[in-house]
Protein backbone atom coordinates (compact mmCIF):
# COMPACT_ATOMS: atom_id res chain seq x y z
CA UNK A 1 0.00 0.00 0.00
CA UNK A 2 1.13 3.55 -1.01
CA UNK A 3 -0.34 6.70 0.02
CA UNK A 4 0.14 9.79 -2.01
CA UNK A 5 -0.67 13.63 -0.40
CA UNK A 6 0.00 16.52 -2.89
CA UNK A 7 0.74 20.20 -1.93
CA UNK A 8 2.07 23.07 -3.63
CA UNK A 9 -0.87 24.32 -5.80
CA UNK A 10 -2.16 28.12 -5.52
CA UNK A 11 -3.16 30.96 -7.79
CA UNK A 12 0.04 32.45 -9.57
CA UNK A 13 0.32 34.66 -12.62
CA UNK A 14 1.51 33.61 -15.89
CA UNK A 15 5.31 33.83 -15.80
CA UNK A 16 5.20 32.96 -12.63
CA UNK A 17 7.11 29.05 -10.68
CA UNK A 18 5.50 26.63 -8.86
CA UNK A 19 6.90 23.63 -7.05
CA UNK A 20 4.45 21.03 -5.87
CA UNK A 21 5.25 18.43 -3.94
CA UNK A 22 3.88 14.53 -3.92
CA UNK A 23 4.98 12.76 -0.30
CA UNK A 24 4.76 9.27 -0.48
CA UNK A 25 4.16 6.70 2.43
CA UNK A 26 3.84 2.96 3.19
CA UNK A 27 7.02 1.97 0.60
CA UNK A 28 10.34 3.93 -0.57
CA UNK A 29 9.82 6.57 -4.11
CA UNK A 30 13.10 4.64 -5.01
CA UNK A 31 11.52 1.26 -5.47
CA UNK A 32 8.64 2.43 -8.08
CA UNK A 33 7.44 4.75 -11.10
CA UNK A 34 5.88 7.61 -10.52
CA UNK A 35 4.19 10.43 -12.47
CA UNK A 36 2.48 13.16 -12.42
CA UNK A 37 -1.25 13.66 -14.41
CA UNK A 38 -3.30 16.81 -14.59
CA UNK A 39 -7.04 17.28 -15.23
CA UNK A 40 -8.39 20.82 -16.44
CA UNK A 41 -12.40 21.31 -16.42
CA UNK A 42 -13.74 19.49 -18.83
CA UNK A 43 -10.70 17.64 -20.20
CA UNK A 44 -9.43 14.04 -19.83
CA UNK A 45 -6.59 13.34 -17.52
CA UNK A 46 -3.28 13.52 -19.10
CA UNK A 47 0.15 13.08 -18.36
CA UNK A 48 2.49 15.91 -17.87
CA UNK A 49 5.54 13.90 -16.30
CA UNK A 50 6.99 10.32 -14.92
CA UNK A 51 9.78 9.32 -13.68
CA UNK A 52 11.47 5.66 -13.42
CA UNK A 53 11.91 4.40 -9.77
CA UNK A 54 16.58 5.25 -10.12
CA UNK A 55 14.69 8.99 -11.59
CA UNK A 56 17.15 8.44 -13.97
CA UNK A 57 15.12 8.53 -16.81
CA UNK A 58 12.10 11.07 -16.97
CA UNK A 59 9.05 11.30 -19.64
CA UNK A 60 7.47 14.90 -20.64
CA UNK A 61 5.02 16.00 -22.16
CA UNK A 62 5.39 17.93 -25.23
CA UNK A 63 3.34 21.24 -24.17
CA UNK A 64 5.93 21.46 -20.44
CA UNK A 65 9.21 20.73 -22.14
CA UNK A 66 11.88 22.46 -21.27
CA UNK A 67 9.46 24.13 -18.17
CA UNK A 68 8.42 21.16 -16.00
CA UNK A 69 10.74 19.14 -14.44
CA UNK A 70 10.31 16.19 -11.76
CA UNK A 71 12.67 14.47 -8.88
CA UNK A 72 12.54 12.96 -6.04
CA UNK A 73 14.36 13.30 -3.03
CA UNK A 74 14.83 9.73 -1.15
CA UNK A 75 15.34 11.00 1.94
CA UNK A 76 12.22 12.62 2.34
CA UNK A 77 10.00 10.06 0.34
CA UNK A 78 8.96 12.87 -2.03
CA UNK A 79 8.91 13.38 -5.72
CA UNK A 80 8.31 17.24 -7.18
CA UNK A 81 6.90 18.49 -9.93
CA UNK A 82 9.23 21.89 -10.38
CA UNK A 83 6.68 24.38 -12.53
CA UNK A 84 8.52 27.27 -14.55
CA UNK A 85 7.24 29.75 -16.95
CA UNK A 86 3.67 29.15 -15.53
CA UNK A 87 0.77 29.64 -18.40
CA UNK A 88 -2.63 30.32 -18.24
CA UNK A 89 -3.41 26.38 -20.67
CA UNK A 90 -1.62 25.07 -17.08
CA UNK A 91 -4.27 25.09 -15.27
CA UNK A 92 -5.65 21.99 -13.55
CA UNK A 93 -5.82 19.90 -10.93
CA UNK A 94 -2.24 18.15 -10.24
CA UNK A 95 -2.11 14.21 -9.33
CA UNK A 96 0.82 12.22 -8.61
CA UNK A 97 0.16 8.98 -8.97
CA UNK A 98 2.19 5.34 -8.36
CA UNK A 99 3.07 1.92 -9.91
CA UNK A 100 4.57 -0.03 -7.12
CA UNK A 101 5.10 -2.69 -10.00
CA UNK A 102 7.15 -1.13 -12.26
CA UNK A 103 10.55 0.06 -12.19
CA UNK A 104 10.55 2.08 -15.41
CA UNK A 105 8.37 4.53 -16.86
CA UNK A 106 4.71 4.31 -17.02
CA UNK A 107 3.08 6.67 -19.39
CA UNK A 108 -0.33 4.82 -19.51
CA UNK A 109 -2.67 6.33 -16.73
CA UNK A 110 -4.42 3.01 -16.17
CA UNK A 111 -1.42 1.47 -15.39
CA UNK A 112 -0.94 3.48 -11.95
CA UNK A 113 -2.26 1.71 -8.79
CA UNK A 114 -2.01 4.30 -6.60
CA UNK A 115 -3.20 8.66 -6.24
CA UNK A 116 -3.34 11.37 -4.55
CA UNK A 117 -6.33 13.59 -4.14
CA UNK A 118 -4.66 16.39 -6.09
CA UNK A 119 -3.92 20.14 -6.18
CA UNK A 120 -5.42 22.75 -7.91
CA UNK A 121 -2.63 24.95 -10.00
CA UNK A 122 -4.45 28.38 -11.14
CA UNK A 123 -2.43 30.72 -13.36
CA UNK A 124 -4.06 33.94 -14.44
CA UNK A 125 -3.17 35.48 -17.42
Known amino acids: QVQLVESGGGLVQAGDSLRLSCAAS????????TGWFRQAPGKQRELVAASAASGGSTYYTDSVKGRFTISRENAKNTVYLQMNNLKAEDTAVYYC??????????????????WGQGTQVTVSS
Open 97 to 114: AADTTRWGIRTDMHGYEY
Open 26 to 33: GRTVSRYA
